[in-house]
């Protein structure tokens, strides 16, 4: 699929869209559900929505389009878990918390 040159370039730019629309999705996502800056319980359960939504769209595209099969012993979920824990949660954990304090208009730029 990325072999071809073409192909390589475009998927490319739809990664780094999707990449780039996180910060204003989530920011319209706690205006939309009017969640308060101080509210980490709602910040985390949305991110956990998004996160297992994009889960079971990995597992469908694995399952249907993937070469190889997905096995899970006990030592795959293990460290799947301390994967999970280490890294993915406490990365998106602060991350959402930080979205959540910034405020940077449209109309605004970054002046050091």
């Not at 949305?46 to 006990?74: D, E, H, P, Q, V």
Request: charged share 15%; net charge positive; aromatic share 20%.
């Amino acid at each position: 699929m990325l072999k071809n040159k073409k192909n390589a370039v475009i998927f490319s730019l739809i990664a780094m869209f999707l990449w780039g629309s996180a910060i204003p999705l989530i920011k319209s996502t706690y205006q939309v559900l009017q969640v308060e800056s101080y509210d980490t319980f709602a910040k985390v359960y949305i991110a956990g929505i998004r996160f297992f939504m994009a889960g079971i769209l990995a597992f469908f595209y694995a399952k249907n389009f993937g070469k190889n099969k997905i096995s899970f012993s006990k030592v795959n979920i293990k460290l799947v878990i301390i994967l999970a824990i280490l890294q993915t949660f406490l990365q998106y954990f602060f991350y959402y918390i930080a979205v959540s304090y910034t405020h940077l208009r449209a109309h605004e730029t970054l002046r050091y």
